[in-house]
Every structure is written in C-alpha cells, then in structure tokens.
Nanobody, 118 residues
Framework: QVQFVESGGGLVQPGGSLRLSCAAS????????MGWYRQAPGKQRELVAR???????NYADSVKGRFTISRDSAKNTVVLQMNSLKPKDPAVYYC????????????WGQGTQVTVPS
C-alpha cells in the first residue's frame, strides 16, 4: 500500500534551518511528481514546494528563496531543506504526490511538526 513517512521536524529559532525527509513506498516513485505540503492550525493544507520527475522545482511565494526541494529516486525520498525559517512557517509538514500534476494520492502520512517561536 501507499505510504509516506516524514521526518526531520523540530523546534528552531527564527532564522534557523531544518531538513525534512520523506520516504515513499507503494508507488513507482520515479513516475510521480512530488510535493511538500503544510497545514497550520485552523488553516487549509497548502502546497509549498513541488518537484517534477525530472527534478524541476517550483515554490509557493511564501517560501521561495528559502526552501529547496530535492528528490532521490534511488532511495524513494524527497527532501525539503528549509532555511531562514520565520514565525509564519510553523505547521505540520507532509509529502505526497504533486496535486497540480494530478499525482496526489489519498494516503497521507503522519507529517512532521515544525515549530518556530515568535
């Protein structure tokens, strides 16, 4: 079955960095455009970064220039490097197929919590 396991979240001071990792299984990873999403309390889940099967990346304006998405198809992992974290970035972060590429699955992992105190 499809499974996504996110890790790497934590508490970091403003301006700090975190590296999130997602291990995917149950899909032919190399055929999926992937995305990182986040959901803050009381808000809808939003797509913050996406990467094509060929490695081209796009970002939401709110994270552009600070976050970098990458993928390793040999390991079925997708990584989100987050730099210059801000108090507006706290959320639970999830990975899944890219919804804009119609690759999002119905399965969601447990996510990983990112906390940036204001």
């Amino acid at each position: 079955q499809v499974q996504f396991v996110e890790s790497g979240g934590g508490l970091v001071q403003p301006g700090g960095s975190l590296r999130l990792s997602c291990a995917a299984s149950g899909i032919i990873f190399s055929r999926y455009a992937m995305g990182w999403y986040r959901q803050a309390p009381g808000k809808q889940r939003e797509l913050v970064a996406r990467i094509t099967t060929g490695g081209s990346a796009n970002y939401a304006d709110s994270v552009k220039g600070r976050f970098t998405i990458s993928r390793d198809s040999a390991k079925n992992t997708v990584v989100l490097q987050m730099n210059s974290l801000k108090p507006k970035d706290p959320a639970v972060y999830y990975c899944n197929g890219d919804v804009l590429a119609n690759h999002q699955t119905t399965t969601w992992g447990q996510g990983t919590q990112v906390t940036v105190p204001s």
